[in-house]
């Protein structure tokens, strides 16, 4: 019976001094595959301040020991071009340009901004211009669409095009085209880990946050143009592909992590904070780092540059 005994107590004990080594390869699976930037809302405009910080910005990030492999614009480049004057909205972009190329040595993938659309609400007609709308956006940056796709390691990023034009103004949701492209190409790539890009968030907390009072029946006050109105039937759509770990936001100025359906949503705040004049709601101008895993995970660091 104590031989009995002590062979059952050594194999407790040989189990136990497994467990270490079991967890410890376990974690040992999980390893960083690569790091991204992510800034938004710089807007850009002739004022010191800005132009001082938007520098600052890029120089802390390309001056970083271990660089991110890339980053990517969210959107609202520039102060405004929706009421702006052709020739403003000209010095804007040119302002912007001369930054970036002096202070940025890093590939940079854009993702077009409410503020970065010309003349809609411009009191002349210029509709007839062919920089009008997103057309001076897709000039900017070169691209054909203001939605695409591309991969990065073993990563797939999908940036949209969250801003539809609406009697003037602007409302946040894919058009039917837009949307039907998405499902094709999380189609075609489901067998990857997929991060979403949009200017305005899909999910978020902060979107609520914006608005300094409650409706006058306590009721949240939050505009369609704050928040995807179509977030529910993107949720859906998401559902169907595992793959989907992640979307990235700006627009809000204030930042929040949102875990929903196991999918994180991150608003990351502003490089201009409160449009350079501070903090925004108690967050300071910043951009944030993020972080990719070959299992899936991503992490965020938010810099206060």
Known sequence: MQRRKFIQNLSLVSAATAVPSILHAETAKKKKNFSIAFISDIHIKKLDTAEAGMAKALQTINRMEKQPDFIINGGDSIMDALAATKEKTQTQWDLFNKIMQAENKLPLKYCLGNHDIWGWQLKEDVKADPLYGKAWWLQQTGYASTYYSFDHRNWHFIVLDSVQENNGGYIALLDNEQFAWLETDLENNKEKFICIISHIPIISF?????????????????????????????????????????CLSGHIHLQDEVTYLGISYFCNGAVSGNWWGGPFQDFAPAYALFDFYNDGTVERTMVEY
């Open 206 to 246: 902060c979107s609520a946050m914006f608005a300094k009072d409650m409706m006058p029946n306590g009721d949240w006050k939050l505009s369609r143009a704050l928040l995807h109105t179509d977030a529910k039937k993107i949720k859906d759509l998401f559902k169907k592909y595992p793959g989907v770990k992640c």
